[in-house]
Nanobody, 124 residues
Framework: QVQLVESGGGLVKAGGSLRLSCAAS????????MGWFRQALGKEREFIAA????????YYPDSVKGRFTISRDNAKNTVYLQMNSLQPEDTAVYYC?????????????????WGQGTQVTVSS
């Protein structure tokens, strides 16, 4: 069984930054690609970043490219999401997830383990 626990969310003003962390336990963390998603109130879950098992490859949608950076520390079983230039539209619950496929993907069905989420609120 895999457990993913996100932390680092909170309230930030527009233009500010936050770094989210996701600590993993269970299966060998370093063997799996990881991703971050978010879900705003009343909206569908949205893919925002993925990273390969080694950390050598990353993948972002255009909506966050250049503002968000995903990274990982396999020695600490942790994946991070650095978020800069935050805007009110970035307000959402942010989830980390572990992929079950070998390629980087933004398709939520390709992720089989999810954390409980951490709230990020950006005020204007």
């Amino acid at each position: 069984q895999v457990q993913l626990v996100e932390s680092g969310g909170g309230l930030v003003k527009a233009g500010g930054s936050l770094r989210l962390s996701c600590a993993a336990s269970g299966r060998t963390f370093s063997s799996y690609n990881m991703g971050w998603f978010r879900q705003a109130l009343g909206k569908e879950r949205e893919f925002i970043a993925a990273i390969s098992w080694s950390g050598g490859k990353t993948y972002y949608p255009d909506s966050v490219k250049g503002r968000f950076t995903i990274s990982r520390d396999n020695a600490k079983n942790t994946v991070y999401l650095q978020m800069n230039s935050l805007q009110p539209e970035d307000t959402a619950v942010y989830y980390c997830a572990q992929s079950m496929v070998g390629s980087l993907t933004g398709w939520a069905l390709n992720y089989n383990y999810w954390g409980q989420g951490t709230q990020v609120t950006v005020s204007s």
